[in-house]
């Protein structure tokens, strides 16, 4: 892979999911627990088995409840550097965090202590910034990229990244000593047009396809019983599809 192609990061929260992403051509692999939460902080023995399996760079995300206020408590970040200091010496290569006030601005004091731990590891503020004012998107990118992160992922405001594509080309046009990375519901049918307009160098998407049956590289098999076991129950368990991953690598490269 040349440094000119547009590169993809993988959103994952499974052993099968890092696994066919990085079989289907990924450059990254953002690594979750939780999905269907947004993302929440990974295991460390998840982390620790993937960098034995595979070699692209694996981001471990720094959330550690569900919620979309991003408004962490001293206690709570305590417990973020905690887990960012147990996943860092498992082998992560990055880390993905984000803070807001109650006011809904980047929170600099609770970014700083995070970036600090970091030791100069790079370090991707997520979608919380999404919920900032978008009057004010220019002036919170110039914040987040003063902070020391290396990238942002954003959907540009919207619920999705192809919706909100125009904010994010504004961005990635007027910020280009930090890499704006477009999230939020990408998919092989909309990849094309959402690379046309924002002139992205890399982007980020689950791939994900419903799982029904037990894959050859660990997926998880879908169980009828009388027993609930909560939000499954209703929400089907989804796994990167190796094969949407190289759909969405081929449109990229294509792309470049």
């Known amino acids: 892979m040349s440094s000119t192609d547009i590169k993809l990061e993988v ?36 982390l620790k088995t993937l960098k034995e399996l ?26 973020i550097l905690l887990d960012l200091d147990i996943l860092r ?5 990055g880390f993905v965090f984000g803070a807001l006030t109650e006011q809904r601005s980047i929170d600099v004091e609770k970014c700083q202590r995070v970036l600090e731990r970091t030791g100069g590891m790079p370090l991707t503020f997520h ?35 192809i919706e909100g594509s125009d904010n994010l080309a504004q961005l990635i046009a007027k910020h280009r000593d930090i890499i704006i990375m477009p999230g939020a519901g990408i998919s092989v049918s909309n ?42 129950d209703v929400s089907p368990y989804a796994t990167t599809d190796v094969n949407v991953v190289r759909r969405m690598v081929t449109i990229a490269m294509a792309a470049k």
């Open 11 to 46: 959103c994952v929260d499974s052993i099968a999911s890092a696994l066919a992403a990085a079989e289907g051509g990924a450059s990254r692999i953002e690594l979750c627990s939780a999905l269907t939460e947004g993302g929440l902080t990974p295991s460390p023995g998840t």
């Open 54 to 79: 595979i070699t692209i760079p694996i981001y471990c995300m720094l959330r550690p409840r569900r919620g979309n206020d991003f408004i962490y408590s001293n206690a709570e970040i305590e417990a």
């Open 89 to 93: 010496s498992h082998g992560a290569d």
């Open 127 to 161: 979608r919380a910034f999404d919920l900032t004012n978008p009057q004010l998107m220019h002036e919170n990118v110039n914040i987040i990229k003063e902070l020391g992160f290396k990238r942002l992922l954003s959907s540009g405001f919207r619920v999705s990244a």
């Open 191 to 232: 990849l094309d047009e959402l690379l046309t307009i924002t002139k992205c160098v890399e982007f980020h998407a689950s791939a994900q396809a419903a799982a029904g049956a037990i894959t050859n590289n660990g997926g998880v098999a879908s169980m009828d019983c009388d027993v609930t076991m909560g939000k499954q």
